[in-house]
């Protein structure tokens, strides 16, 4: 088979720190290529360079047998080369037909012509968007979608994929595969990066492993199996404590005191009369689908979203009836929410690392004028620093700097820093490597055990069944289901999300 | 990392990294210049009325570094500083103690400060909106109810008061000492305080703050107030080295000369970042700038000129000599 793209001796450094080194990897026509390995181990920079978004320090890279050094992502795309990111690349305020076309408009548009040459291309690409609609409007999925047909429409070949199921729900990821399916079929490659093992093994046709910049394996993908790409991902044998056997669990912890009760809490369209109780001492996992309105109801619970007025329904902090209109009164009644999306509002990105965690206990306290100083707070944010083991080039490096596991360290540190009676994680592990997940889970588990009241809000299933004592499933705004760990399944969860 | 502590050598070129460097360069290189090419510039009077012109300049500069770090905007300054002045003079002629004038000027401009923070805050209205439609509400509602003149003279019989703008502290004028005063506070609030980090915090990521469990809301209110508050004090400075304040300021460029102090300084915009020597080393460029084209007697239109090409070069400069890394903004997705 012949190669489309070739990367020989590729590399890759950030002010000297190779990010990809010595990478040799090849893309052949019309194949599905795998691209894995854990965060930070440079899938995206290398897949990046391919794109036009950096270029390569040293080395070469081949397009149809020929060396190019693009300068643009432009440039890329005029090669056919398409990369659709994890947050997509697209404007919300525009419709799907003005997002397909931008770029590539005449002097003079209407608004109808657009839309109607839109409505041909999606139809022909077999993709059930309207092209009137808002893409500020859309799921996930579809916008997906349209970021694809507008690939297509720029006469891409070479598709790429960075975490394109993260945000998809079960059904929009069998989409999304039959359609990965018909680019192959229609003579096009795509690299596909993914955290999600399972996926890569069904789809891919061939699977690369890197591991700290370096290409650890590649292969055809009926050459690997999950142990196999865990071993090359980590380099060593984790398998086993992570995500290990639910069966050879401890037993589940028994509940104490009944710390939150929600009762037909309501807001909007994405809380619909939610009841729930949440008990000291063992962790509460919350699943549900994307759209479950699980977030929402614990971010209402933590006074971050408001509830509705009238009908909001009753919330009890300890058996006291409490109506948070700001996250603050929360934090000081030792509750806290810790975010799923960090950089949306979870770090102080520009600060140290003491500094984001002593922030967290400058939050709780009330004296405005008590004096502090950068002393104080390496003092007094060091216990918690190192009690997540959060590891940083240096003291003061800032968090944008630090990797996604330590910066959710960071981030699950300012909030414990706090000293809450009540935690909720809301995806405690979301783009986390392999080997921060177990540091997290260790702690999740260790503040269970020291008697606070835990809630896991994931959706990844081993996780929940992993983690959790008590498992709550979420659907379509309300708790449908409640059981004990003894009492789950995979498929049992699984039934009640989605049915 | 290494290299640069390894060899004492590369100094000038990590000064020059920084927009803070580049602007502290290019003072020097103007105070240099004039220095060399006016005889008039460099001669301790001409120095001592720099710093001096300046100050005021400076002081309320002070007061909008503190809300831009907290990535808010306050175009009401000029409005806040004329309209409390002003009716504080007023009231001081209608019969009044001086001193019971100026209590009710400053609760005024606090409480301007107040009305614009909670505007913000609770009605979530974009600062500069704010700020921009509560200077003309508060210059109207001034110029409508509390006074009609124009120019406004000190209140006669107050011989304390004009010693603030003409009085000297160990030969130093009391406006100068006002501003190093409100720099050191200022500092010490920014940096060794809740408050001061919490500001930090706000500018650097205002949900994360909010979620933190930062208490916002009284936070923005609070330094709006201040920077009212401040206003209210260069205007009295202001006033009494003047002898009178005159309500057309509103309508000068003032504003964007704070501003420009500001931003030249090296105080983003966009919030998080920024110290009181950004604003000291954003003062003494801008004084040397004005002073020196004054002397030369250069055209106030092109006076106007040279601030926004200084303005763009800073900027330009700064984005040439000092890209933002790619890595930076990247390495949480890698």
């Not at chain 1, 142990?227 to 991902?233: N, P, R, S, T």
């Not at chain 1, 933590?302 to 700001?326: M, N, Q, W, Y």
């Not at chain 2, 506070?185 to 909010?210: C, D, E």
């Not at chain 2, 900027?315 to 949480?332: M, Y």
């Amino acid at each position: 088979m012949d190669e489309i793209v070739e990367f020989r001796k590729a590399t890759k450094e950030f002010r000297g720190n190779a990010a990809v080194r010595d990478v040799d990897f090849t893309l052949r026509r019309g194949e599905v290529h795998a691209l894995l390995g854990e965060n930070g181990a440079g899938k995206s920079t290398l897949t990046k360079v391919l794109a036009g978004l950096y270029p390569l320090t040293s080395g070469d890279m081949l397009l149809d047998g020929k060396p190019v050094n693009f300068s643009s992502p432009a440039e890329a795309m005029k090669h056919g080369i398409a990369m659709v990111f994890q947050e997509t690349n697209l404007v919300p305020s525009m419709n799907v037909a003005q997002n397909i076309f931008l770029g590539d408009e005449g002097f003079f548009n209407r608004l109808r012509g657009v839309n109607i040459r839109a409505q041909q291309h999606l139809q022909r690409l077999n993709f059930h968007v309207e092209p009137t609609a808002l893409v500020s409007t859309l799921g996930a999925a579809k916008k997906q979608m349209v970021e694809i047909a507008r690939a297509v429409h720029h006469k891409a070949r070479i598709f790429i994929f960075d975490e394109p199921t993260a945000t998809l729900t079960p059904e929009e990821k069998q989409h999304f595969f039959a359609l990965v399916e018909r680019l192959k079929g229609e003579g096009a490659s795509v690299i596909f990066i993914s955290h999600a093992l399972e996926e890569a093994l069904s789809i891919a046709d061939r699977i690369s492993v890197l591991r700290d910049g370096a290409l650890i394996v590649t292969g055809d993908a009926s050459d690997f199996t999950r142990e196999k790409i865990v071993q090359a991902m980590v380099g060593r044998q984790l398998t086993a404590t992570l995500y290990g056997d639910d069966a050879a669990r401890r037993v589940a912890r028994s509940p104490g005191e009944k710390v939150l009760a929600l009762e037909n809490v309501s807001m909007g369209k994405a809380v619909r009369s939610a009841t729930l109780s949440v008990f000291a001492g063992q962790i509460t996992g919350l699943f549900g689908l994307v759209g479950a309105g699980r977030t929402e109801m614990m971010k209402i619970a933590a006074g971050v979203l408001k509830r509705d007025v009238f009908h909001g329904g009753r919330i009890k902090l300890r058996g006291e009836t409490v109506r948070f209109r700001v996250p603050r009164q929360a934090v000081r009644r030792g509750v806290a929410y810790i975010t799923e999306d960090r950089k949306l509002d979870g770090l102080f990105d520009t600060m140290g690392v003491a500094q984001n965690v002593f922030l967290g206990k400058l939050a709780k306290g009330s004296n405005p004028v008590s004096l502090i100083g950068m002393s104080e707070a390496r003092r007094q944010s060091a216990e918690w620093i190192e009690a997540m083991k959060v590891r940083s080039i240096g003291g003061d490096a800032r968090v944008v700097e630090l990797s996604g596991g330590n910066q959710q360290k960071v981030v699950i540190a300012k909030s414990l820093i706090q000293e809450p009676s009540l935690i909720i994680f809301d995806e405690p592990t979301r783009g986390v490597d392999v080997g921060a997940i177990a540091e997290i889970h260790r702690m999740i588990e260790k503040l269970a055990d020291a008697g606070a009241a835990v809630v896991v809000i994931s959706s990844y299933l081993p996780e929940i069944l992993n983690l959790s004592d008590r498992i709550l499933v979420a659907r379509q705004g309300r708790i449908v289901e409640e059981m004990t760990i003894d009492e789950a399944s995979e498929e049992k969860i699984m039934y009640a999300a989605v049915h | 990392m290494s290299e640069a502590t390894a060899n004492p050598g590369p100094r000038l070129p990590t000064l020059l990294k920084s927009q803070e460097g580049i602007v502290l360069a290019l003072a020097v290189l103007a105070f240099a210049l004039f220095s060399f090419l006016l005889p008039s510039f460099f001669s301790a009077g001409n120095l001592l009325a720099l710093v001096r012109s300046v100050s005021i300049l400076g002081i309320l500069a002070l007061g909008m570094a503190l809300v831009v770090i907290a990535r808010g905007i306050d175009v009401s300054l000029i409005a806040t500083m004329v309209v409390s002045v002003s009716w504080a003079f007023v009231i001081a002629r209608s019969g009044y103690s001086l001193e019971f004038a100026l209590l009710i000027g400053a609760l005024f401009a606090i409480t301007a400060g107040v009305l614009i923070g909670s505007l913000i805050a609770f009605g979530e209205v974009a600062p500069i909106f704010a700020t921009l439609a509560a200077g003309s509400v508060i210059y109207g509602l001034g110029r409508t109810f509390f006074f009609t003149l124009e120019m406004q003279n000190v209140p006669p019989g107050a011989g304390w008061f004009s010693l603030i703008g003409k009085g000297r502290v160990l030969g130093v004028p009391v406006t100068v000492v006002a501003f190093a005063a409100l720099c050191l506070v200022l500092h010490l609030v920014l940096s060794r305080t809740r408050f001061g980090w919490q500001i930090y915090a706000m500018g650097n990521n205002p949900a994360a703050a909010k979620i933190t469990g930062i208490a916002y809301r009284p936070m923005v209110v609070a330094q709006y107030a201040i920077s009212a508050l401040i206003a209210y004090g260069a205007g009295l400075i202001l006033a009494s080295s003047a002898s009178a304040i005159n309500a057309r300021l509103f309508n000068s460029t003032m504003i964007y000369d704070i501003l420009l102090v500001v931003v030249l300084g090296g105080i983003g915009l966009n919030g998080g970042h920024g110290k009181v020597r950004n604003v000291i080393l954003g003062t003494v460029f801008v004084g040397i700038l004005l002073n020196g084209m004054t002397i030369m007697n250069i055209d106030y239109t092109i006076q106007n000129l040279v601030k926004g090409v200084v303005l763009l070069l800073a900027i330009v400069i700064d984005s040439l000599v000092n890209p933002r890394d790619e890595q930076t903004s990247q390495q949480g997705d890698l």
